[in-house]
């Protein structure tokens, strides 16, 4: 019924881009807030960016603002992670989720339906 799936990760060098999808059947996107979530190896996994519903605001972890962003396409029922000038500290699976809470506070949001996760791996 509800599903997320991600796609769009793969390998990259430092100071390359990427950019993730989330796409969504069985619900519309647009009347929920998103998140985008990553884990890395032997760390909890932590919010990134919350794009809001309504009026689509967005809100972003500080390890990624002005490097990451994230949008929405609603006529294809879909989120988008544009992810700029990236660090190997970007490493990790990256997950979208629909969230529960707010999004202003991107450090506390709390997923609900999740993707099944795409790999970012940044390195030389």
């Known amino acids: 019924q509800v599903q997320l799936v991600e796609s769009g990760g793969g390998l990259v060098q430092p100071g390359g881009s990427l950019r993730l999808s989330c796409k969504a059947s069985?619900?519309?996107?647009?009347?929920?807030?998103i998140g985008w979530f990553r884990q890395a190896p032997g760390k909890e996994r932590e919010g990134v960016v919350c794009?809001?519903?309504?009026?689509?605001?967005?809100y972003y972890a500080d390890s990624v603002k002005g490097r990451f962003t994230i949008s929405r396409d609603n006529a294809k029922n879909t989120v988008y992670l544009q992810m700029n000038s990236l660090k190997p500290e970007d490493t990790a699976v990256y997950y979208c989720?629909?969230?529960?809470?707010?999004?202003?506070?991107?450090?506390?949001?709390?997923?609900?339906?999740w993707g099944q996760g795409t790999q970012v791996t940044v390195s030389s």
């Open positions: 069985g619900f519309t996107l647009e009347y929920y807030a």
């Open positions: 794009i809001s519903s309504g009026d689509s605001s967005t």
């Open positions: 989720a629909t969230v529960r809470d707010r999004c202003m506070v991107v450090a506390g949001i709390v997923g609900y339906y």
